[in-house]
């Protein structure tokens, strides 16, 4: 995928680069309650997955926000024009595979795309693509509801921002509420910008009611 190199010299955030890559564990997470009440009933109308209508979603919303986009490369910063999705795919035996998406185009190829990479990972198991440096590793927990959750990092600067979600259940106003964590350097990626992507992301599911 196309990247620019940061000019270190200039990077506002040059301390907290800096700072947190000198830590242990330098990752920064949350875990947030999302409605998708429009993602399902878009999703139910146009008879689509509801989890690839919102890891469309979800991938569009990390992409607005640049600091999602950056991946630390030795002692500067790169950044992605777009980052695709590499998420999980179930496959026999309680196993799973590694599927690669790219979303920026209409909701009706992306559908068609993901119905191919789907059959092709089953070949490929946990094997990552050559370009897993760009990509937003995502994954799902759809038995159940959690309120934290504890991700797997390689540590150090390996630096993709993860999105995972749960199981989606009504609330008292009959809302699908569903909880949606991030996870991220903080070498890269502040408060403000883990906020921009849920505001980023309430947008783009507002997006799919006014598609209708």
């Not at 010299?9 to 309650?33: C, K, Q």
């Not at 179930?90 to 909701?107: A, I, K, N, S």
Request: charged share 25%; hydrophobic share 35%; glycine share 6%.
């Amino acid at each position: 995928m196309p990247y620019i190199r940061l000019d270190m010299e200039n990077y506002a955030r040059r301390a907290h680069f800096d700072y947190f890559r000198s830590l242990s564990y330098p990752y920064v997470g949350v875990t947030v309650d999302v409605d998708v009440t429009n993602v399902l009933d878009f999703s139910r109308k146009h008879r689509r997955s509801f989890y690839l209508t919102f890891l469309h979603t979800a991938a569009l919303a990390a992409d607005s926000v640049p600091a999602f986009r950056q991946r630390i490369r030795g002692n500067g910063i790169v950044e992605y024009s777009e980052c695709p999705t590499s998420h999980t795919e179930p496959v026999e035996g309680g196993r799973y595979c590694y599927c690669t998406l790219h979303h920026h185009m209409e909701l009706r190829d992306y559908f068609e795309q993901a119905e191919k990479a789907r059959q092709e990972c089953a070949k490929n198991g946990i094997t990552e693509d050559e370009d897993a440096e760009s990509m937003y590793f995502v994954s799902a927990l759809p038995w159940f509801r959690y309120t934290s959750l504890i991700q797997p990092v390689a540590g150090g600067d390996e630096s993709n921002s993860r999105i995972t979600w749960g199981k989606y259940e009504a609330d008292e106003k009959e809302r699908m509420i569903m909880p949606v964590s991030v996870l991220a350097h903080h070498a890269l990626v502040d408060g403000i910008h883990i906020a921009e992507f849920y505001r980023n992301l309430d947008n783009e599911i507002n997006k799919l009611y006014l598609m209708g």
